[in-house]
């Protein structure tokens, strides 16, 4: 390993650095099986890891490897796939919850959460998003977890209406400025609105997921059609490019603040909303499999890590500095320079916002379909 050396002159792991330059890192899984044997605990000492963020990508792996919920599968044999899929999920949410609860006590309600998902087949839906956030929140029970709802444009009323009642929220799927900046209107609305019905501010707790590695593995396909060495020369730049516009426009609105709405919000006990870079593992293999860490530090954000970045990282991450303040005219000249090969930025994200989506579909029909074979299977164990 690695390790870097703090001020005081002892050794710490790059995970501690990050830690200690105010990145909280949480993971990017969760399962039964992560859950039962330690892993999850053990992660959160050698890896501070302090929150767990879900998807249905990753609930229709763990469901499909292993035999963990071969006894929670039996005792559901007979029932409906819809309902059993929600039964797991959030007992694994709340058991996840339950482990992270002290350091949610510790640190005051910042970190210590646990995401899970609304069904993506409603990302286009408002009313049915804003009804299972709330069904979601009732069922696990638990002041820690987090309902993650997408940034789509019918999940922004959501969003603020789901904040309104006081329920703690994880917008996904952001990949433009644009769609960014109504994310943080949505957010103080909802917290506007909280604040009016006499919630609590200081307990309810917001991330805004910004999607990094996906952008490049898009960008650079265009990069690569257009096939010029000017061209060829800015792959691997527009991902962190992006993030770090998208940190700018945060400082704007919580650091800046010129309308004066977060300052208020802020003086009734409310948390900002913290981006969360989310997508950071490197899809390209001839990238640094930590770039998407090393090149976004900066304190205030969350960095969610699937297990492999988490490890890269671990073993041979870099800590130097802030590498986000300060540096949004460069990437706003780094994404100029794309878009003078003749490639939309605008265009680009649209996309990766409706392939989100239908990934995640995807995926949540592999977790009905495992799920169903799984309660067949137990069902038929007992005749």
């Known amino acids: 390993m690695t390790d870097s050396t703090s001020d005081s002159g002892e050794n710490v792991s790059p995970t501690e650095r990050l830690s200690e330059a105010g990145v909280a890192i949480w993971l990017d899984d969760l399962s039964r099986e992560r859950l039962r044997s330690g892993n999850l605990a053990e992660l959160m000492v050698t890896r501070n890891v302090v929150g767990v963020t879900t998807n249905p990508t990753i609930f229709a792996a763990a469901l499909a490897h292993g035999d963990a919920y071969a006894g929670i599968l039996g005792e559901l044999a007979g029932s409906d796939v819809e309902t059993a899929v929600e039964r797991i999920?959030?007992?694994?949410?709340?058991?996840?919850?339950?482990?992270?609860?002290?350091?949610?006590?510790a640190t005051g309600a910042v970190d210590g959460r646990v995401s899970i998902?609304?069904?993506?087949?409603?990302?286009?839906?408002?009313?049915?998003?804003?009804?299972?956030?709330?069904?979601?929140?009732?069922?696990?029970?638990?002041?820690?977890?987090?309902?993650?709802?997408?940034?789509t444009a019918e999940g922004l009323p959501a969003i603020t209406s789901?904040?309104?009642?006081g329920i703690s929220v994880n917008v996904t799927l952001i990949f433009s400025i644009e769609r960014y900046r109504a994310v943080m209107d949505a957010?103080?609305?909802g917290l506007e609105q909280a604040r009016e019905a006499g919630h609590d501010l200081s307990v309810i707790g917001s991330v805004a997921s910004f999607?990094?590695?996906?952008?490049?593995?898009?960008?650079d396909k265009r990069l690569n059609a257009v096939g010029t060495d000017e061209a060829l020369a800015l792959r691997g730049q527009a991902a962190i490019?992006?993030?770090?516009?998208?940190?700018?426009?945060?400082?704007?609105?919580?650091?800046?603040?010129?309308?004066?709405?977060?300052?208020?919000?802020?003086a009734a006990g409310a948390q900002p909303q913290r981006p969360?870079?989310?997508?950071?593992?490197?899809?390209?293999p001839s990238y640094r499999d930590t770039m998407y860490v090393d090149e976004l530090v900066v304190a205030g954000v969350v960095n969610t890590m699937p297990e492999k970045t988490l490890d890269a990282?671990?073993?041979?991450?870099?800590?130097?500095?802030?590498?986000?303040?300060?540096?949004?005219?460069?990437?706003?000249?780094?994404?100029?320079?794309?878009?003078?090969?003749?490639?939309?930025?605008?265009?680009?994200t649209v996309q990766l916002e409706d392939e989100g989506v239908k990934k995640f579909e995807v995926s949540w029909d592999e977790l009905l379909t495992t799920t169903k074979n799984g309660l067949d299977d137990a069902g038929a164990g007992e005749r």
Do not use: C
């Open 89 to 105: 999920t959030t007992d694994d949410v709340r058991d996840a919850a339950d482990l992270l609860r002290p350091v949610y006590d």
């Open 187 to 189: 957010f103080l609305a």
């Open 117 to 151: 998902e609304v069904d993506p087949r409603l990302a286009r839906d408002t009313a049915a998003t804003q009804t299972t956030a709330v069904r979601l929140w009732e069922t696990v029970a638990r002041p820690n977890v987090m309902i993650k709802i997408p940034a």
């Open 241 to 266: 490019a992006n993030a770090r516009l998208a940190y700018a426009a945060y400082e704007d609105v919580f650091t800046t603040d010129d309308t004066g709405r977060w300052a208020a919000l802020a």
């Open 276 to 284: 969360l870079w989310a997508s950071t593992g490197v899809k390209d």
């Open 313 to 348: 990282f671990a073993d041979h991450g870099i800590v130097l500095a802030d590498t986000v303040t300060g540096s949004g005219e460069q990437a706003a000249a780094t994404i100029a320079a794309i878009e003078a090969q003749g490639i939309s930025i605008d265009e680009v």
């Open 162 to 165: 789901t904040l309104a009642q």
């Open 211 to 219: 999607f990094v590695s996906r952008v490049d593995s898009e960008v």
